[in-house]
């Protein structure tokens, strides 16, 4: 992990795109503002993480369906 120091009104810029500034600080709160090009999805760590996991839960009863039809299309063990 790189660690950097900025102050309200720095930024940093990642490969040539996308560029993250400090807006203010307040305490332990520190808002940031984000210019990505409309292709980045940019979410907070806590939605990234939800949405992984409803995608795991969609995909479950799937892929236990996918098994069970090529079970099904196997037929019988002998």
């Not at 009104?9 to 203010?24: F, H, K, P, R, W």
């Amino acid at each position: 992990m790189l660690v950097l120091s900025r102050k309200k009104g720095e930024s940093i810029v990642i490969e040539d795109q996308i560029e993250i500034t400090v807006l203010a600080v307040d305490g332990d709160t520190v808002k940031i503002g984000i210019s990505a090009p409309k292709h980045v999805d940019i979410f907070r760590k806590e939605v990234y993480l939800s949405i992984q996991e409803a995608n795991r839960e969609s995909a479950a009863p799937a892929q236990s369906d996918l098994n069970a039809l090529i079970n099904r299309l196997r037929g019988p063990k002998k």
